[in-house]
C-alpha cells in the first residue's frame, strides 16, 4: 500500500540539485532546439559538384580507354647503328652485338636483314621479329650513284688522313698531365680529374668513358679522341662477382650501394652469374654500359 505521506520526501532536493536538474533541464531545451531548427541535409551544391567530378572522371576514363587501345607507334631504324643498348633493348645478347660492332670497325655495312643475320648470328624467329624495323639508306637501291659519292668521299677521306698522320696518337692510360694539358680546352683540373678516373677504375678500356668525367665538352671530348686512343687494355685487378664482399662491389665506380646489396642478394638466392647477361637482369643495372663492366669482372 503505497504510503501518500512519504511523497513529498522524494521531491525535496538540496539548492546544489536543484541547480544540477535546472542545467540538465536547459540543455536538453537547446539540444531539441538544434534537432528542429537545423537542416543537417547536405547542400545541393554538393552533389552539384560530385555529379560534376563524376562527368569529369568519365571524361578521363575514356580517354585513357582511347589511349591504351593505341597501338604502340614503332620507329624504323639502320641496324647499322644499333648501340648495345639498344640491342640489348631489342633482344641481342652480348656477343651478337659485338659481332656487330667488330664489322663495322672494318668499315662494313649490312644491306640488307639477311646480311645482319649472317654478321649477328641471330635467330630465324628474332630477326622475323625486327627486322620489319630495319630501314636502310636510298643508296642501297640506287648503288651507281652511291659508287660515285663513294669516289668522292674516298678522296677527301684520303686528304683527311694525310692531315691526321701528323698527329702522333697516344695510349690515354700512359698520358701525363703533360699530355693532356696539351689539348685546347683542357687545364690543370681538369687532366686531374681525367688522371683520378683512370685510377679509380684501373684504366680506361674504352675511349667512351672519358664521356663520364665531369667537365668535358664534347669538342674536348672529340679533341681526345684525335689525339689519343687505347692500344692495349691496361693491367688491372679484375672483381670476381660471384665472390666479392658488399664492400668491394659498392666501391666499383658502375655498382652505387643499392645495386651492389642487389647483387649480394640475387647470388645467395640464385647462385653464382655465369655471364654479364644474368648480371644485366638485376633492376637498376646500368644495362647500357654492359659491355664496358663486363670487362672489370671475372665470372
Known amino acids: 500500500m503505497i504510503n501518500f505521506k512519504m511523497l513529498p520526501l522524494y521531491f525535496?532536493?538540496?539548492?546544489?540539485?536543484?541547480?544540477?536538474?535546472?542545467?540538465?533541464?536547459?540543455?536538453?531545451?537547446v539540444l531539441q532546439s538544434i534537432y528542429f531548427l537545423v537542416d543537417f541535409n547536405q547542400p545541393e551544391k554538393i552533389f552539384s559538384?560530385?555529379?560534376?567530378?563524376?562527368?569529369?572522371q568519365s571524361e578521363i576514363d575514356a580517354a585513357k580507354?582511347?589511349?591504351?587501345?593505341?597501338?604502340?607507334?614503332?620507329?624504323t631504324f639502320n641496324p647499322n647503328f644499333i648501340s648495345d643498348y639498344k640491342g640489348y633493348k631489342l633482344g641481342m645478347s652480348v656477343q651478337e652485338i659485338d659481332r656487330l660492332l667488330v664489322f663495322r670497325k672494318e668499315n662494313k655495312y649490312v644491306n640488307s636483314a639477311e646480311e645482319f643475320q649472317q654478321v649477328t648470328k641471330i635467330s630465324d624467329s628474332l630477326l622475323k621479329e625486327i627486322s620489319p624495323l630495319f630501314k636502310f639508306p636510298d643508296w642501297v637501291n640506287n648503288k651507281k650513284q652511291y659508287s660515285e659519292e663513294r669516289?668522292?668521299?674516298?678522296?677527301?677521306?684520303?686528304?683527311?688522313?694525310?692531315?691526321?698522320?701528323?698527329?702522333?696518337?697516344?695510349?690515354?692510360?700512359?698520358?701525363?698531365?703533360?699530355?693532356?694539358?696539351?689539348?685546347?680546352?683542357?687545364?690543370?683540373?681538369?687532366?686531374?680529374?681525367?688522371?683520378?678516373?683512370k685510377e679509380i677504375l684501373g684504366g680506361f678500356v674504352s675511349m667512351e668513358q672519358l664521356t663520364e668525367v665531369w667537365g668535358l665538352s664534347p669538342e674536348v671530348i672529340y679533341e681526345l679522341n684525335t689525339h689519343f686512343k687505347i692500344y692495349e687494355f691496361p693491367k688491372f685487378k679484375k672483381i670476381a662477382i660471384n665472390d666479392?664482399?658488399?664492400?668491394?662491389?659498392?666501391?666499383?665506380?658502375?655498382?652505387?650501394?643499392?645495386?651492389?646489396?642487389?647483387?649480394?642478394?640475387?647470388?645467395?638466392?640464385?647462385?653464382?652469374?655465369k655471364n654479364i647477361e644474368d648480371l644485366a637482369?638485376?633492376?637498376?643495372?646500368?644495362?647500357?654500359k654492359a659491355k664496358i663492366i663486363s670487362l672489370y669482372l671475372e665470372f
Open 49 to 56: 559538384e560530385k555529379s560534376e567530378w563524376m562527368a569529369l
Open 244 to 273: 666479392a664482399s658488399l664492400k668491394e662491389l659498392s666501391q666499383f665506380p658502375y655498382f652505387k650501394y643499392v645495386l651492389a646489396k642487389q647483387i649480394i642478394t640475387d647470388r645467395s638466392m640464385n647462385g653464382d652469374f
Open 151 to 197: 669516289k668522292e668521299y674516298k678522296k677527301y677521306e684520303k686528304e683527311s688522313l694525310i692531315k691526321k698522320e701528323k698527329i702522333a696518337l697516344v695510349d690515354i692510360n700512359v698520358a701525363t698531365q703533360e699530355d693532356l694539358v696539351k689539348i685546347y680546352g683542357i687545364g690543370e683540373a681538369l687532366s686531374s680529374r681525367i688522371l683520378k678516373q
Open 65 to 75: 580507354s582511347i589511349k591504351n587501345n593505341e597501338k604502340h607507334k614503332e620507329y
Open 12 to 29: 525535496k532536493f538540496t539548492k546544489q540539485q536543484r541547480i544540477g536538474i535546472f542545467v540538465l533541464f536547459m540543455i536538453i531545451i
Open 281 to 288: 637482369k638485376i633492376k637498376g643495372f646500368p644495362v647500357e
